[in-house]
């Protein structure tokens, strides 16, 4: 019983600061996504900062307005609170990446020390079945200008990813069928029969209360507006 | 790629099974009109079709080609009575274009009944033919049999392909089962059954290499076997088909050991006329993906040599 109370208070912390992240992204102001300094930040908002990755920096990423120092303690308390195990998963790995990449961004004069970029082997020869859910997982990563390991395998694959949305689409999960949508409004020679603008908005109307959906939406919104990757 | 011996067994074990069935291609004379005596049509035009695609890709033992040939002459002889009973059923419902595109298959494979083509004749000239509300892809399905029985096409098939929803090439996460439906067909009647690959405008042909793989894994999660048949159809009626080797090994390990394929995951239980008209078509569509799929194998392999 304890333990689903925790995995409840922590999903509905990861709700919350999604919710913070989709208003920021809309409204442009982002000084309260995270909370106001560590000591306010409990064990469970580290860790729904945590799950939520990078993306938890993602207003000020996209938006190129400079950090709110408070918050982004708070951020750097949880990228140290969970590194990844020796025998992490690629993913874990990756996600852990990308929060330190977009930390190190955020303050580059900070002492935060960036760690090598971890491997892709595992995603040579995915099926894209496997490919999309991996990337999804990832959307964190799928942001302009980046040139990572993961972006260039996406990169490589396009028509593979847009066969994963749809795959997505067809089994109603909306979470990797949001993230495809994210990586795929960067990625170059998207089939235009897959119809990605009308494809992001089903997904929205669909699966859009969910605001882990509607974070994913918004980036892709706002990354379509910047324009393409490579 | 999959192993062709895999491919080719289905359709072994499916014809072992249609021939074991026969009796389940009947009709029913004395059926309430409200229903309509052409309802039990399908079935035996659909075998009469597949047994043509059997004979003109030349890929089937002599054992297959042998059930083939008799199923198509008790069926002829027996269950149409010669083709009597195609006549008898337009008499019925003269309008219906169902005897015509059941005696299609029939009269390509050297059976004959004059007055159906008669019949064929009289309604293609006629106006309200042409117009009669149905779908597109019906549509294009009559306008290709008028053109395989000699007659001059209305609407022209290029003009019919044109209200079709595979034509349009729409967004591909709107498929659902019926959409996919229209698809298959719509590929059947524009490559003639498989017969003619390069019938695929090369739009089309692009937008199934596309997306064929992904309907084919959601129909193969959802055990939807009749559907998943039909679009291993389609695969093989690619300028390059996958032979998608995932689906090939759970559609063979769907087939029930006497050639049976069922339509959704498993066979149904019943009596044997029931359970005959929920799975004939899908074991039908077996034999169908087999020839078709092991006729490309081998034409690769030669091709490959």
Redesign the interface.
Known sequence: MEQSGTSTLLQGAVQDLASSVVSALRSGDHTHVLPAGTEEAGDVTLAAVRVLGADALLPGTLLRTPPDPAGLAVFRKAVEAYPPRADAAPTVRWSHWAMARALHRADPSGTFERPDEPGTGWLDGASWQFLTHQLAVLAPLALPGEDDGVTRAAGRRTVDVARGFVRAVRRRDWRQAAGAGRWLTLLPGVPETLGLRAGLEFVELMGGQDPQVALQLEAARLLARTGALV | MTDTRLIHNVGVGAMEWLWAHRDGFRLEPGVDPEIGFLERFKPIGELAMICGVLFREGVAGSRQAELARRLLDTTWRETLDGGRMLVRGQRIEPMSPIPFEVYLPYRELGYSQPEIERWAAMLQRIDGWEVFETTPTRRLGLSAFQRRLGLTPRPPEAEAVKGTWLAR?????M?EGRIAYDITHCVFHLTDWGERPEGLPADIAD?LR??L??WI??WLDLERWDLLGELLVVDACLPRPTLDERAWKAFAAAQQPDGAMPAIREMPEGEPDDVFDVVYHSTLVAAFASVLATSRALSELAGAS
């Not at chain 2, 090439?169 to 996460?173: F, G, I, N």
């Open positions: 090439t729409p967004e591909p996460w498929v937008y596309t997306w793989p992904v894994d959601d």
